[in-house]
């Protein structure tokens, strides 16, 4: 069964740290990996990723894709009190057309 | 506005109706996903399309369940008889093949 697990589930930061979000999937006919972030509404694209090693950047986040251990990092450097959100992991694969397949994300509370 | 909509944003029903959603995709986005959402969860997948075709269903999807769009723009999900474990956020997003997909705002059903 195609699945994508994330960790942690949650994560309590204060402003300033840096934090490393991980997703790691097993998926068939896997295509791409896929960041949102979700507030309190509908989750908002952050990154996608295609090819290892090639690292994706904007701002202070940052993400990179390792395809031969089949995870995901995110990165958020200099936290700020609006990074608190749902940060979602999704992978374009499986089925015989290509799925976009959700984990649970993790929960950031970042701190003042 | 010229991304995902999804009509109605918030709906009450009592339990035993019959409720229909509507999502209008990005206009030149030939997928269209549904994803159930609840607290403190990632979104589950439910159905998508490829144009007009239906190419995947969840098992989550019972027979209750029904999603169509019929000239490959708009589409609709349509619960009968409502219970209240249907209560959740549903959402809609779309995309062109394999790349990232765009979310609408939700509907939000509370089955009383």
């Known amino acids: 069964e195609d699945k994508v697990v994330q960790s942690p589930l949650s994560l309590v930061v204060h402003e300033g740290d840096t934090v490393t979000l991980n997703c790691s999937y097993e998926v068939t006919n896997f295509r791409s990996l896929l960041w949102y972030k979700q507030e309190k509404k509908a989750p908002t694209f952050l990154f996608m990723l295609t090819s290892s090693g090639i690292e994706k950047k904007s701002g202070r986040l940052s993400s990179i894709l390792d395809k031969k251990e089949l995870f995901s990092i995110l990165n958020i450097t200099a936290t700020q009190t609006g990074d608190s959100a749902i940060y979602l992991c999704a992978v374009v694969g499986g089925g015989s057309q290509g799925n976009l397949i959700f984990g649970k994300g993790t929960k950031l509370s970042v701190k003042p | 506005d010229t991304g995902v909509s999804q009509d109605p944003r918030h709906k009450i029903t009592k339990r035993g109706q019959n409720v229909t959603f509507r999502c209008d995709p990005i206009s030149e986005h030939n997928r269209l996903y549904w994803y159930r959402q609840t607290l403190g969860q990632g979104p589950e997948f439910l159905t998508y399309?490829?144009?007009?075709?239906?190419?995947?269903k969840s098992r989550l999807l019972s027979d209750r369940f029904s999603a169509e769009r019929p000239k490959g723009s708009f589409s609709t999900l349509e619960i009968q008889r409502t219970e209240q474990g249907d209560s959740a956020m549903y959402l809609c997003?779309?995309?062109?093949?394999?790349?990232?997909?765009?979310f609408g705002q939700g509907t939000r059903l509370t089955v009383v």
């Open positions: 399309f490829q144009n007009e075709a239906q190419l995947e």
């Open positions: 997003a779309s995309s062109l093949v394999i790349t990232e997909a765009f």
